[in-house]
């Protein structure tokens, strides 16, 4: 993992120092051992404080909304997970190609940052991560451990198809390979939720969406969510004038609309990189609804998994003659 | 159990007593409130707010823009630009309202006595300045000031708020000069044309005396203060209101502040020295 | 001051009693979260958690609350207010969520009264509990105070050997030990306030971050213009998660509901957070604070400078829920030590 943090910060700073970016985003340290945070270096000196390690969680896409009006180039630091982000953005011209600069590292997957703090002490200081291929070797100034892979992932990265960014201008180190059988997705999760009753499935959503605080973390970090301005923070809904159509009151009816609508307009464009769950900050477990409609499109229109290829003609946005069309 | 205190945030029941077009999106309202006891006791300063509710649509805060001398009714001149405005514009003479106030502080007048009074206003502007000009016009209060000049202007012949006021009341008074101008040429317009600030120079009023009210559009209020400092206005001498986005009125809702000062408490009203002292956020 | 002492059993029963003759709202778990709630069996209660627990403060000033009714006939204008609170217990509020409420109360008492709050703050009795594990980003000593202290509690616990000792800080807590003095014994008293003292040495040990105070505001109270508030604004995601965990942020808003036709309906307040594009925005489009950098910049300086310059209490009590729960490592404590190097 060393090799991948020189190369970073080599590429950096020669993309900074060329003035081919304005700005790289990546990681850097964080305030405590299992943490990073996104950074933006912008300049050769910072490009040295950029990071790579099994906690770079956060999606950096989402940022380069916030340079999307402006003509600078930038350079992002992606997982496979993340690269599809880029992908979608391009596709739905949120962003153009030209004006990005991806670094792709090849993921060997995150660790569950819970789990870790279980283990080691927060204040110790991070001296390096090895990745083992089944497991991380973390070395601090409190001591090493060793993490099996399976018993320590995060939930997503078990189950990760593509470790390696699917977009990438620079690649931060060697390929990694992908087992035949992890290519497809059987969707586990959701096959188990499809199987309660209505009454389970509504008790199980109930509990979870009486507690949404409506702190919008999980559509503020979400890539899919690129709207210049969300409806629900319309002073005046357009098309009514008079009934806010979801209304600020944090009740369970009005959460329901608000995570279903999001899990709608996310249909067929979220590329499951898992954001939205992990901000969550009273755990509801929204995957399941988003890979819910996720597994539905892929029954529905075959197999597509969004932001694969920049090209591909997303289900809902494309017309084809075979289409299904029982709703009609 | 009782209740502990009594509940500011309740409005009180009130009605739209009189609609006054003043421009094609300005109305003035007169209000009363229902209960007349309410109404004998009510007691505001010039320039303070009030609240008002159209109920299932929301609440907005409002400058009154009527005199304290004013004792039978309130009026509010309104612009009908966003929801609660909107809705307000869409009511009729009758129609029930809520209403709690008054709040923020005021034009300090008893520090103003003596002295000369400039008031610059533009467009809707002039509605908060209005309560303060029709104060000290009123009889019981004119011998307390010296001169009285209103400099006022708009986009449009129609987009000038108070017609009768300015062109008829306000000029007959004693001790007056009302300027009015328009930013563009009118046929049927004779009179000023251009924009407030340049105006204020051109007629230079002396500093000498006096204190200075402004309000209307932010970059009017710019360019009006740096023309004021040209012709020699001290920033004491200078007031002008400032406006935020207001939810409770009474400093508890938080979104009011510029640094450390609740605008629905600490203002709207504020010298040029402490506009100058708050961080530009406004 | 009244000291007594409860045993574990007996604290079981007081439980029992207090949940049944009052509304008890207590530490509950659901999915991985602790929420105070009401408490329908005393089982649900989770007070030996050393896990995040969210602040109490909802307990007063609640996600959202019906302000009044209002019902509109053609010629009447119908106000109705909800029922004044009840008694009620709030049981097991850390010492930093009990210093949080004397930073709420300026706020909704002062000249305007908000009886909503200030209703429930006036009928609620507050059972504090020490703490028994420092955090890792817990920094309520930079404020004065720490994991023993009980100010802002009516009657503070602090669990020992042999049960828990209760010290009564008010005519509430007196009240309280009063009307349950079966329950409450004076022997061993003098022991468990020693084993408190050991405590109190023994947590001041587990503070794990340095945080240090002195110079923030004076620096803030010249950093409006400073370069740093875009730098760090860049990862904000601008979510409401640090407002909505913050036991001292009291930002709301006022909504309208109508139901059962368009005349009648019910006017609402609900949190709001300063970090949301739409708080401040004009009608005309204008925003004072349109970006992350002024919205950053506003919370930062009104948990450390704009709280402080209004009431004289901090806006801030270093519970570290912000810090734990936000998505971009925004952490308040690096950004007073940076504040500090950099202003």
Known sequence: MKQIVDRLRQEAARLLAAGDVAMVIGYAKGTDVARTTPYFATNEEEAQNLTWNPFCTNNLVKYLLDFRFEDTKLAVVVKGCDSKGINRLIYDRQFPRERVVVLGVPCGGLLDRSKVLATIDPGAELQSVEDLGQEFVVRTDHGEFTFAKEQYLLPKCAVCRNPNPVISDVLLGEELPVAEEEKSDTFDDIVEMEALDPAAKSAFWDRHFNRCLRCYACRNVCPACNCRECAFEQAVPGWQQEACWLSKKASVDNNYTFHLIRMFDVTGRCIDCGECERVCPVNIPLRKLYRKVIKDVQELFGDTTPGLNIGDGLPLTSYRKEDPEEFM | MEQAVRNPLLPQPATIEKIIPETGDVNTFRVTLDNAEAMTRWRHEPGQLAMLSVFGVGEAMFSISSSPTQREYLEFSIKRMGKVTTALHGLEEGAKIGLRGPYGNYFPYEKMKGKDLLFIGGGIGLAPLRSLIDFVLADENRGDYGKVEIIYGARSYDDLCFKRQIFEEWPQKEGTAVYTTIDREEEQWDGHVGFVPAYVEEIAPAAGNKIALTCGPPIMIKFVLQAMEKLGFKDEQIYSTLELRMKCGIGKCGRCNIGSKFVCLDGPVFNLTEIKELPPEF | ?343
Not at chain 3, 65 to 78: P, R, T
């Open chain 3, 1 to 343: 001051m009244t000291v007594k002492l409860i045993n574990k059993d007996r604290f079981n029963v007081f439980l029992e009693r207090l949940a049944s003759g009052n509304e008890l709202v207590a530490p509950i778990e659901e999915d991985g979260n602790i929420f105070y709630r009401r408490v329908t069996s005393v089982n649900e209660i989770t007070l030996e958690a050393d896990a995040f627990c969210f602040a109490p403060k909802g307990h007063f000033f609640p996600q959202y609350e019906v302000l009044y009714k209002y019902q509109q006939g053609s010629n009447a204008l119908v106000l109705e207010e909800p029922g004044p609170a009840g008694p009620s217990v709030l049981l097991g509020v850390k010492p930093c969520d009990a210093r949080a409420l004397l930073s709420l109360d300026p706020v909704f008492d002062g000249n305007y009264k908000d009886a909503y709050y200030l209703d429930k703050r006036v009928k609620t009795t507050i059972i504090g509990l020490s703490c028994r594990k420092v955090r890792y980003n817990c920094f309520c000593r930079a404020f004065g105070f720490g994991p023993t202290s009980g100010e802002g509690a009516d009657l503070f616990l602090t669990e020992v050997k042999d049960g828990y000792l209760a010290e009564a800080l008010t005519s509430k807590g007196e009240a309280l030990l009063k009307d349950y003095s079966d329950l409450f014994t004076e022997t061993g008293v003098d022991g468990a306030l020693q084993e408190k003292e050991q405590l109190a040495v023994q947590l001041d040990t587990q503070f794990k971050r340095k945080v240090d105070l002195d110079g923030v505001k004076a620096r803030l109270d010249n950093m409006f213009e400073h370069p740093y508030w875009e730098r760090l604004a860049r990862k904000c995601l601008t979510c409401g998660i640090c407002t909505f965990v913050c036991p001292t942020c009291h930002c709301f808003d006022i909504i309208d509901e109508n139901g059962g036709g368009s005349n009648c309906g019910s006017r609402l307040r609900c949190w709001d957070a300063c970090m949301f594009t739409d708080f401040t925005l004009h009608t005309s489009g204008h925003n004072p604070r349109p970006g992350k950098k002024e919205r950053v910049r506003n919370r930062f300086m009104h948990k450390l400078k704009y709280h402080l310059d209004r009431y004289r209490v901090t806006g801030c009590v270093g519970c570290g829920r912000c810090i734990e729960k936000c998505p971009v490592n925004m952490d308040i404590i690096q950004v007073i030590a940076e504040i500090k190097e950099v202003g």
